[in-house]
């Protein structure tokens, strides 16, 4: 995706039904956050945990965020 702006907008543009300039502001803004290797920021990971009350989808924040995915096929370094 960071190598190829073009062919990524153009894809969202058609899977998300978006005009180009809403698909190449969200490029602009969402993919420079994008994990480069894999892994899981921990700061996300309790940002989106507290998402889940905001948008009342859960009553409490998941305890251990770590049980809800896994590292075990990433390449190790």
Do not use: W
């Amino acid at each position: 995706m960071r190598a190829n702006k073009a062919e990524t907008v153009k894809v969202a543009m058609h899977v998300l039904e978006l005009p180009e300039g809403i698909a190449a502001a969200a490029y602009d803004r969402v993919v420079p956050v994008f994990s480069t290797d894999g892994k899981f920021n921990a700061k996300a990971l309790a940002a989106l945990g507290r998402s889940f009350v905001d948008l009342e989808l859960a009553a409490s924040e998941p305890k251990d965020m770590q049980r809800l995915y896994t590292e075990e096929f990433l390449p190790t370094r």
